[in-house]
């Protein structure tokens, strides 16, 4: 990048405000995805105004702006393969006003999950999509991906509690969207066109939320089975009951076993499991749900039932549940888990065909597969266990996901239910958008002229995936 470039951006930001060090530029070059390509510069904005100005500056300059959050996103959508600019927004990261009359909040992009939920818990409020990096990921990051978690089979995704938003144009324009209303069918919803865009549209820089209570109970419910089908069938029976737990997760044998290598058998040893979460306002609502649960379990061939009101035991379930993807690289030696097919939604419904199907892909193709995931909403996630310098390896493991991709559109799924599309699922959901893309191209076009923002993910990727690999195969780094 040309020193009056940098001149131009310190004087926005100041010195301690961007860095042209190779050490920073390789590791903001990275997400948690399997790729990686390094930037030219990497600008850690204060405010909107900032973001403004060097918008205003790089598309002058035609210089490639990647947003940033906390790089915990799995399929590439931060990593700068036109390499430019990244906009890293973790300066940005106050919870600016808490309006409990009005049920909202407005924060900065910058803000972690958990804190937010710190600070809405002294009000008996909040945000529940539950990331399974909450530890670490940001509100602006999850508002880009539309991210979720364990608790958006009864609370929805991100989406879902957006009221408004500001975001940076590409020319730098500064754009007030949605509003701070709980209803709003005010024309075009640009601030939920936002959600899910992948910094692809704008740099947003301030985000309202809206409110909801946290519920004073809950428990949990682990139930075992024989085959990873007949769990499948467990959830499709229980949403169908009616009954929504507050999340339900799934993990096959190979999940279990990696798990109880890695952290000392927390789990019980089976063929595949479900741990089914109950909340609501008093215990009799849950052990209300507790014993649907139980039952609809046994009436699927569950082998064991095992209810929980204890903390502990509650902890050592989802602490095992989340630690699935670390987990799965301890299991074979000489292998690394990897996010390909990582985030598949199906119907509900289809659960159980689904899981069957990645079965015989993984048998098909030899790759180790693992199936884990929040089933209750219908999202699958699959890990594949592959020898990273192995190039045949690699072949095969993109030739089995583009297997699972298909099972799930023509199942009348989505190749991402949390993750977003990014680089790993962009051929994929090429095919999964197919009659939409004319559209979605023009919307880029119109809002993003000189193409700056987050090239050449999504609908503009070309190619095999194997490309700027972060692992030590040589054909593909």
Partial sequence: MEQRIIDSIEKIVGKDGYSTKPADLYTYGFDASIFHNSPDIVIQPRTTEQVSEIMKI???????????????????SAVPIKGGIVMAMQRMNKVKKVSVADL???????????????????????????????????????????????????????????????????????????????????????????????GTLGIITEVTLKLTTKPKKSAYCLCTFSTVHDAGRCIAALIAKPMIPASCELMDSISIKAVNKARG?????SEALCIFEADGENEDIVNRDLKIIEEVAKGTNATTVTSSWDPKQIDAWTDARKSVMAALSALMPGYVSVSLADDMGVPISSVPDAVKAFQEISEKYKITIATYGHAGDGNLHTKMLVSPENADEWERAVKATDDIFDVCIDLGGTVTGEHGVGIAKAPKYMRERQSELSSIIAIKKAMDPNNILNPGKLEQWEGSILKNLRYPCEEYM
């Avoid at 509690?161 to 020319?171: E, F, H, I, M, P």
């Avoid at 058998?265 to 040893?269: G, H, I």
Wanted: aromatic share 8%; hydrophobic share 35%.
């Fill in 104 to 198: 909202w909040v407005d924060v900065e992009p910058g803000i972690n999950y958990n804190d937010l939920n710190d600070e809405l818990a002294k009000y008996g409020f909040f945000f529940p999509p539950a990331p399974g990096s909450a530890e670490a990921c940001q509100i602006g990051g999850m508002v880009a991906l539309n991210a979720s978690g364990m608790k958006a089979v009864k609370y929805g995704a991100t989406r879902d509690y957006v009221l408004g938003l500001t975001y940076v144009k590409a020319d730098g324009e500064i754009v007030r969207a949605g509003t701070r209303t709980i209803k709003d069918s005010s024309g075009y919803q640009l601030a939920r066109l936002m959600c899910g865009s992948e």
């Fill in 58 to 76: 790089a598309n002058r300059e035609k210089i490639p702006v990647v947003p940033r959050g906390a790089g915990t996103g799995l399929c590439g």
């Fill in 265 to 269: 058998n927390p789990l019980p040893d």
